[in-house]
């Protein structure tokens, strides 16, 4: 079972930029498709994007394409979400999560989770 440790949130001015990791331990990591969320106060949990288990597909929702890199080290048993151009609707908690089913941006089809990671963009 692969466990999830977010880290690298923080208080961000608009226009700046940040750089959020997901460390996993177990050793099915690379067989992972791994998917970033985030939640802001009073709203639903929404997809970010994913990457697929061997990094070669990615995929964004609008919101943030153009604006957001996700890759993963697979010797490093990490997957990382690079922010640029931030906005401060895009403040939120940011949670990565594992899923072995196929590229999924439905929350449902991940079955690990980690604790989050607060990203704050004032403006």
């Known amino acids: 079972q692969v466990q999830l440790v977010e880290s690298g949130g923080g208080l961000v001015q608009a226009g700046g930029s940040l750089r959020l990791s997901c460390a996993a331990s177990?050793?099915?990591?690379?067989?992972?498709?791994m998917g970033w969320f985030r939640q802001a106060p009073g709203r639903e949990r929404e997809f970010v994007g994913l990457i697929s288990h061997r990094g070669g597909i990615t995929r964004y929702v609008d919101s943030v394409e153009g604006r957001c890199t996700i890759s993963r080290d697979n010797t490093k048993n990490a997957v990382y979400l690079s922010m640029h151009s931030l906005k401060p609707e895009d403040s939120a908690v940011y949670y990565c999560?594992?899923?072995?089913?196929?590229?999924?941006?439905?929350?449902?089809?991940?079955?690990?989770w980690g604790q989050g990671t607060q990203v704050t963009v004032s403006s």
């Open positions: 177990g050793r099915t990591f690379s067989t992972k498709t």
């Open positions: 999560a594992a899923t072995g089913s196929a590229w999924s941006p439905n929350r449902e089809a991940y079955d690990t």
